[in-house]
Every structure is written in structure tokens, then in C-alpha cells.
Nanobody, 124 residues
């Protein structure tokens, strides 16, 4: 079992930056593929970014490519999401997720571990 706890959300003006963190416990962190998803009010949860167990490979949704960066520190059992040039449409609850599969994925169905979420609000 894995427990995930996000932090770092908040209110920021358009064009600003935030860094989200997700601390993991309960299972060897380096054996888990990690991802970030988000859910805006009235919308379905959507994929944001994912990173392989080693941290070598990453994959992003087109809507955030070039603005967001996912990274991980396996020594600290933590995954990060650096968000730059934020836009009002980035406003959502952001969730980190963990997968025990051997590959990274943009499908929420492949992630069995979820945090409680952290709110990100971008004002125009």
C-alpha cells in the first residue's frame, strides 16, 4: 500500500508559478510510476504528466507541455510538479497518483494510489 500527500497548491496570478510536491510512504518509492492529474469544477479528471520509476522519461499533456515539469527524488520519496506561466484554465484540484505497472501511462485507470488533492487557483 502507498500513501500520497500533496502540498504546494494555492492562489497565483496568471503568468505566475507554483511547485507542487507529493510525498509518498508505505512502499518502495522507486518501484512506482508517478503521475499528476487534475480536475476542474464540472469536468472530468484529466492527465497532466507522468514520470518513469527512474525519473529518466517523462510525458505531458499537450495543454501543459513546455510550461510544466515533473520530476522525482527517489531518495526523498517525493515527486514534484513545477508549473510555470500558469493560466486561468489551469485552475483545478491537482492529484498525484502512483502506479505499480512497469510503464508510464496517461490513463487514470492504471493508477491505483491517489492523494487527497491540492487546490490550484489561477486568477486572471
Amino acid at each position: 500500500q502507498v500513501q500520497l500527500v500533496e502540498s504546494g497548491g494555492g492562489l497565483v496570478q496568471a503568468g505566475g508559478s507554483l511547485r507542487l510536491s507529493c510525498a509518498a510512504s508505505g512502499r518502495t518509492f522507486s518501484s512506482i510510476v508517478m503521475g499528476w492529474f487534475r480536475q476542474a469544477p464540472g469536468k472530468e479528471r484529466e492527465f497532466v504528466a507522468t514520470i518513469t520509476r527512474s525519473g529518466i522519461s517523462t510525458y505531458y499533456a499537450n495543454s501543459v507541455k513546455g510550461r510544466f515539469a515533473i520530476s522525482r527524488d527517489n531518495a526523498k520519496n517525493t515527486v514534484y510538479l513545477q508549473m510555470n506561466n500558469l493560466k486561468p484554465e489551469d485552475t483545478a484540484v491537482y492529484y498525484c497518483a502512483g502506479s505499480g505497472t512497469d510503464y508510464y501511462s496517461s490513463s487514470a485507470n492504471n493508477y491505483g494510489y491517489w492523494g487527497q488533492g491540492t487546490q490550484v487557483t489561477v486568477s486572471s
